[in-house]
């Protein structure tokens, strides 16, 4: 079936560093990307996503690259702050415009000052 | 706005006990969803809701677990005869008409002795 795979599963920088975090999707009619961030004991929050009618997407710190050739997309974050330190999860919709998503597996971002 | 929100926050329950996990939306969001996270782990799709329509229950584990919608308001979902393997943290989140974006709830933390 459909999956998102995500890696790595735990990334660890210092901060004002760069953190990177990738996934890959299989389904090819998937055309909804968005990432969402989990701080502990609190559920997941939106943080940008982006459509596959365009190749990248920015919001300040945070920028998101998608290939859909390759079947994969990216999430960017600059400038690193100890703030920024949670999950990230990924996620794709399942099949063309549908509500229903797919998540990664998570990446647990830690951000030393 | 009031976010959504879900009870009860924690659960302890035992192995065999039926447990009812209450989901409220925020107001005016026509979809709803609920998703399984285990520990350390991504998000497991259970069931969707979309406005009238029949339910997508098409993630529900087995026939253990159930839930309905009050029209575009609360929903319930109902774990029967629970085991130890359903322990996991229990998110709901809700949707507005016509936009892809889904709101979390804070989860409720279901521990099955």
Request: net charge neutral; proline share 5%; hydrophobic share 30%.
């Amino acid at each position: 079936g459909e999956n998102v795979e995500q890696h790595p599963s735990t990334l660890s920088v210092q901060e004002g560093d760069s953190a990177v975090i990738k996934c890959t999707y299989s389904d090819s009619a998937s055309n909804y990307f968005p990432w969402y961030k989990q701080e502990l004991g609190k559920g997941p929050q939106l943080i940008i996503d982006i459509r596959s009618n365009v190749g990248e997407k920015k919001d300040q710190r945070i920028a998101v690259t998608l290939n859909k050739t390759a079947k994969h997309f990216s999430l960017h974050i600059t400038e690193t702050q100890p703030e920024d330190s949670a999950v990230y999860f990924c996620a794709a919709n399942r099949g063309y415009n549908t509500d229903k998503l797919i998540f990664g597996t998570g990446t647990r971002l830690q951000v030393f000052p | 706005g009031a976010g959504v929100s879900q009870s009860p926050s924690n659960k302890v329950t035992e192995k065999g006990k039926d447990v009812e996990l209450r989901c409220d939306p925020i107001s005016g969001h026509t979809a709803l969803y609920w998703y399984r996270q285990r520990l350390g782990q991504g998000l497991e799709f259970l069931i969707y809701f979309q406005g009238n329509s029949a339910p997508d229950k098409s993630g529900l584990p087995s026939d253990r677990f159930s839930a309905e919608r009050t029209g575009e308001s609360v929903s319930t979902l109902t774990i029967q005869r629970t085991q130890q393997e359903d322990s996991a943290v229990y998110l709901c989140a809700s949707s507005p008409p016509n936009e892809k974006t889904q709101y979390f709830g804070p989860g409720t933390r279901l521990l099955v002795l």
